[in-house]
């Protein structure tokens, strides 16, 4: 397996474009099973998840193509027809989101079998409110053996949704099988993520009538048919928020490009509170840090608009060198600390009770070999890495390039010392 070898100290200075949003991409592929007309993807990301994803449609009859082009990387996806309702434990397993099939299939075909995603390391993560949604859209839903086993022989009808708790991944799933209901459908405590509006805008474009998408309450006018479209998948927020921390942990000048900074208020201000420098413009952001120490500051991560639990990791790494304590709390995930260990192997302070990590901020870290169990506990051992002394290697790169498109080429066109070092196969579990 290929690992990350970063020499930190180097400060960034310069520029780095950011991809079309993961989370958004994923959803978006998704809605191609609802139509037989072509849905061309725009300001696409090359990622394994996308691939992945890309691999499952094919199987279920979705043709896929991509393009590199001048503008960007594009993806052309064509479901004439559905020729498969079954996705097995093998591909669901490697990545949940692709549970999310299961109602784009149940609307356009009236049955599916998807297995259950199963456990996952950063908490339990079930799918309870995926399930229900559907059922309420009159879906039947039998489990067996692992398996989702879904129908709806005369299709799904619209209905009323209430989330006892906020769900992006739910709420996306609810909206790519309403959206071909019969009658309307109403939902209220949905999740308000910028990915939620890309997706309900992509599925208007299609000829779905959804409205409220951003707001809590969304509301879906079922539609008999979706037709093709063509979309740009919106800029990616976490990778935003990550290189703003990454500039913040390394010092310098970096400006991000291709993006939008109200993505990320949440982060904006606690970075300000920390003393580092942020700057908006039209296309994005500038993160700017000029010696002296950070200031420790507390959060708590909460859905959007709030804190997202996606940058909790790399504000983490940040925070080890601040002056002070800082608090902070995770409410989303159980068990989304699996960096503090990773991180005290570099010389951090961190003490975790339950879902709250106490970060005693250290005049300096030292480089040392770390690994993560996931993708943005990985990304954090990066930040740390550009700040530590001496050379940080980082061990189950796969999880990076599961989410981050060329994340060694941006960080290193910036000036940072960081470099790919092939696998010669060794296993490292
Ligand atoms: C999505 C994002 C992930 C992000 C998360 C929260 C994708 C591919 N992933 O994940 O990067 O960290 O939103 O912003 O878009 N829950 C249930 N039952 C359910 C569904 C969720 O109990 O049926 C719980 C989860 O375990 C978690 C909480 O609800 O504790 C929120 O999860 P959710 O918003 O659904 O996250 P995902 O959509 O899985």
Known sequence: MDRIAITGGARLQGEIPISGAKNSAIKLMAASLLTDEPLRLTNMPRLADTRFLGKLLQRLGTEVVESELESGSETLLTTREIVSGFAPYDLV???????NVLGPLLARSGQAKV???????????PVDLHLKALEALGARIDL?????YAQ??????????DFPFVSVGATEHALLAAVLADGDTVMTNAAQEPEIVD??????????KITGAGTSTIRIQGATSLSGATHAVLPDRIETGTYALAAAMAGGEVRLTRTRSDFIAALIDKLVEAGVEVTAHNDGLTV???GGRLRAVELETDPYPGFATDLQAQFMALMTLAEGESI?????????????PELRRLGADITVHGGEARVRGVEALEGAQVMATDLRASVSLVIAGLAARGETVVNRVYHLDRGFERLEEKLSACGAQIRRIQGD???ED
Request: glycine share 14%.
């Open 93 to 99: 397993r490697q990545m949940r989101a692709s549970f």
């Open 115 to 125: 297995s259950l995603p199963g456990g996952c390391t950063i908490g339990a993560r």
């Open 144 to 148: 067996h053996e692992g398996y989702v």
């Open 152 to 161: 709806a022989p005369r299709g799904l009808k619209g209905g009323e949704i």
């Open 199 to 208: 997706l309900a805008e992509c599925l208007n474009k299609m000829g779905a």
């Open 288 to 290: 700017k840090r000029n």
């Open 328 to 340: 902070i709390r995770e409410t989303i995930f159980e068990n989304r600390f699996m960096h503090a």
């Open 425 to 427: 196969g060794e296993a």
